[in-house]
């Protein structure tokens, strides 16, 4: 094992089920709830699960990176470590910035996402009317639920990451048992003849789902984030990564098919409230809803937990290099934990909910662009290196490494390609942009402020 307490501060305490469950349980979050109809609806039973097996074999291949690079690299920040490694300051800074990114929109995604499932188990959250966003009337009672999940998230992160974990293994533990009981239960009491039409509006279709695929996959990179904090040999740290991806996509693949299996296209098309929650009563009644609803709020808790997790510790990476204002790279003097950038992230989750139930897809997709960036230079970073540095001990070597870099490069800049315009999945104007523009708005400032641009400035 390692030492207790590395250079940065922070604690190792994360066991490999602990670690496991930080990478699977952000993957699979609360959109497997919310989002199935979406993707049904957008390429059909069969068009969904081909998106998603594609694009999860695009992530194995980019995830085949990350695992050599995590264990011979494995301090915290992840991304602003390999690529400031290979790339230099200022490519640490956009490819680690463009992943918290994506990181901050899962975080506020959750925060969206709370009340809307608690409305689902408790309706009765439309109390006093704010204004209304893309024909969505939001409340004061909606939004205030969301700020207040986004407090306590924020604060029990603070607390410390063993406290965190153990709240994350048991709540994955719950989500596999519903998840488990659903899909038999769909195979056993659902029709095939629902499935129909198997693949909707062909690669146009597919691609509106494969364009939110790395939103959905996002999270097994959390492992590299909290790298200092994982209590396993340096090989098992890229096997947990790459055995959390595996269970993503079948997770995935296999609620599609349920859901498929129970709703026909007309139902999920007209169904009323969260479609996947509307499967599960199709095969076990209203306790079936209330299961599937609870496994998406656990779920919330799951992805919500982890990416502050991960995304604090590459604010503090990135504070600690002096690419960030140093106040970011603050440990929490008791709890060992970077609270300055856990509040931070805390912070910008709770803009979220102001914004109604629209805001989730906006987030997914801007988010994603993000993500995709940061899965690019995470190759280039890996193909520079097996160059550059040969004799790295890799603990966790990648066959045909260069192969597999090209690859994961050409593959992650493929899937961006998919949120430019002229694409038939393009990121939104003004909603989704705006988002992307913001966020390289306020890295821009942030990193006017920071000690490195200071220096540079002062030598200049």
Request: hydrophobic share 55%; net charge neutral; with cysteine.
């Amino acid at each position: 094992m390692s030492d207790p307490l590395p250079a940065s501060g922070l604690l190792r305490v994360l066991g490999r089920w602990e670690t496991l469950s930080l990478a699977f349980g952000a993957m699979v979050g609360w959109s497997w709830v919310v989002l199935s109809g979406t993707w049904i609806v957008s390429a059909g039973a069969l068009g969904a699960i081909v998106a998603f097996l594609f694009g999860g074999l695009i992530m194995l291949v980019i995830g085949l990176t990350y695992a050599e690079l995590a264990a011979a690299l494995p301090f915290v920040g992840g991304e602003h470590v390999y690529s400031q490694r290979a790339l230099g300051a200022g490519a640490s800074f956009v490819c680690t910035w463009a992943i918290i990114l994506g990181y901050v929109s899962v975080v506020t995604f959750e925060a969206v996402a709370l009340p809307t499932v608690l409305d689902s188990l408790l309706p009765g959250l439309d109390r006093v009317f704010l204004w209304q966003i893309a024909g969505w009337d939001v409340y004061l009672s909606w939004v205030m639920t969301g700020v207040a999940g986004a407090l306590v998230m924020t604060l029990l992160n603070i607390r410390g990451v063993r406290m965190a974990a153990v709240m994350q293994s048991a709540v994955v533990m719950a989500i596999l048992v519903v998840g488990t009981l659903f899909v038999t239960g769909a195979l056993l009491k659902g029709s095939s003849g629902n499935l129909e039409p198997l693949i909707q509006d062909g690669f146009s279709g597919i691609s509106l789902v494969l364009v939110m695929v790395p939103f959905m996959f996002v999270g097994f990179d959390t492992i590299p984030q909290a790298a200092e904090e994982i209590d396993l040999p340096f090989k098992a740290i890229g096997s947990v990564l790459m055995l959390s991806v595996i269970m993503a996509i079948a997770w995935y693949a296999l609620i599609v098919l349920g859901v498929g299996l129970v709703m026909d296209g007309a139902s999920i098309a007209n169904s009323e409230e969260e479609v996947t929650a509307a499967a599960g009563a199709g095969v076990y009644g209203e306790l079936g809803r209330l299961a599937m609803l609870g496994a998406g709020l656990a779920g919330i808790v799951t992805s919500w937990n982890a990416f502050i997790i991960g995304g604090s510790r590459a604010i503090f990476a990135l504070a600690r290099a002096g690419l960030l204002p140093a106040f970011l790279g603050h440990l929490h003097p008791r709890h060992r934990t970077p609270d300055h950038a856990i509040m931070l992230i805390g912070g910008l989750s709770i803009i979220g909910p102001f914004f109604g139930r629209p805001a989730l897809v906006w987030l997914v997709d801007a988010g994603g662009l993000g993500i995709v960036v940061a899965y690019a230079m995470v190759a280039a970073s890996f193909l520079v290196l097996r160059r550059r540095e040969p004799d790295l001990p890799r603990p966790y070597r990648v066959r045909h490494g260069m192969v597999v870099g090209y690859a994961a490069l050409i593959l992650a800049i493929g899937l961006g390609v998919l949120y430019l315009p002229g694409s038939p999945s393009a990121l939104l104007w003004p909603q989704e942009w705006g988002i992307v523009l913001a966020w390289a708005l306020l890295g821009a400032l942030l990193f006017a402020l920071s000690p490195a641009r200071r220096q540079h400035e002062r030598r200049d």
